[in-house]
């Protein structure tokens, strides 16, 4: 039996074991399968890898991206530079990882951008974040970050008016503010000064439009959930594991 999963902290409603499982099936692979691993902390990992010696691959989710760090043996240049990791691959003993949220995140984007889409505002400094800022330099996009709890080159919500959300044409939530079933969380920027020239980008596919994309699309902007780029970030992991991507 070939053994994939998930690591994260609440998973009963995560995309990726819906998606694999259903993967596996369409693609008659009858000895793979995909599991969701609830970890209380990051502490219990070890434990994970002694119980489950079978394991080849994973991918990390919330609060998990960074705290995983420590625990691997290489990491890839983008894990390198982004210090966030969203996918394992375990070969020989070894944990190898890897960072599929940075292209996920940006061959998702690209699609959606026009020319006067130049500078973005990137809502949270988790781990999720630091992939999105990784895509967005790939962009030669300008961007900035905004915290609950500010630090130097960033922003707070409070800082936000009307001239920051003029300077900047995108809009990207990477919080978990909205995601079921918290369905009325949304991030606290001023929307009244969003338009039709923005572009709004939720890393949530659950719900399909969460409170930000749906008083975003309410002034007229452009929104993008995040199935697209969990799908795409889906199928580097698979890469990954497989060993179509070194």
């Known amino acids: 039996m070939h053994r994939y999963g998930l690591i994260g902290k609440t998973l009963k409603h995560s995309f990726s074991k819906?998606?694999?499982?259903?993967?596996?099936?369409?693609?008659?692979?009858s000895d793979y399968t995909y599991e969701n691993f609830e970890l209380p902390d990051i502490k219990q990992f070890p434990s994970l890898l002694s119980s489950h010696p079978d394991l080849e691959g994973l991918n990390v989710t919330i609060p998990f991206k960074e705290e995983i760090l420590p625990y691997l043996n290489t990491v890839s240049e983008i894990v390198e530079k982004t210090g966030a990791c969203n996918c394992i691959k375990i070969s020989n003993g070894e944990l190898h990882g890897y960072n599929t949220d940075a292209r996920g995140f940006c061959d998702s984007l690209k699609t959606h951008l026009k020319p006067h889409h130049k500078n973005a505002l990137v809502l949270g400094t988790g781990g999720a974040s630091k992939g999105v800022c990784y895509g967005l330099d790939l962009l030669n996009i300008t961007y900035t970050r905004v915290s609950r709890r500010k630090k130097i080159d960033q922003l707070g919500y409070e800082d936000l008016g009307e001239k920051e959300m003029n300077d900047h044409q995108i809009i990207i939530n990477t919080t978990p503010l909205g995601m079921y079933p918290a369905i009325d969380d949304d991030p606290p920027i001023p929307y009244r000064y969003i338009t039709?020239?923005?572009l709004l980008f939720d890393l949530i596919y659950n719900p399909a439009k969460t409170k930000f994309l749906k008083r975003g699309e309410e002034q007229g902007a452009e929104i993008v959930n995040?199935?697209?780029?969990?799908?795409?970030?889906?199928?580097?992991?698979?890469?990954i594991w497989t060993n179509k991507t070194k």
Request: net charge negative; aromatic share 14%.
């Open 196 to 198: 039709s020239q923005h």
């Open 18 to 29: 819906s998606y694999f499982t259903e993967k596996f099936s369409k693609e008659g692979l």
């Open 226 to 239: 995040g199935l697209e780029m969990l799908t795409l970030q889906a199928e580097e992991s698979w890469d």
